[in-house]
Nanobody, 114 residues
């Protein structure tokens, strides 16, 4: 297993923006972003494959953008037009080949509140 490192969370007002970072994804792996709100199950938010194909859950499509800097090994989640319903602990994981398995981060808290 390996460790990914998330950063960029914080407190933001509704309508605001944050950019989350996920560092440490192994080469030739994709990266998932998940979130878990208090008292709820973990929810998949977005993914970017090793080749750069992006996917989003319906509730964030058009508001969130996933991207990656291959040279830095960092994946970003740009979150715009944030809503209180986006409040959650956001974490990232790697996926793909067997060498990608077991890479998870500790999470970064996003709170959207006025």
């Amino acid at each position: 297993q390996g460790q990914l490192v998330e950063s960029g969370g914080g407190l933001v007002q509704p309508g605001g923006s944050l950019r989350l970072s996920c560092g440490g994804t192994p080469e030739n792996c994709g990266t998932n972003w998940y979130r878990q709100a208090a008292g709820k199950q973990r929810e998949w938010v977005s993914s970017i494959s090793a080749r750069g194909t992006e996917s989003y859950t319906d509730s964030v499509r058009g508001r969130f953008t996933i991207s990656k800097d291959k040279a830095q090994g960092t994946v970003y989640l740009q979150m715009n037009s944030l809503e209180p319903e986006d409040t959650a602990m956001y974490s990232c994981s790697a996926y793909g080949g067997s060498w990608c398995a077991g890479y998870w981060g500790q999470g970064t808290q996003v709170t959207v509140s006025s």
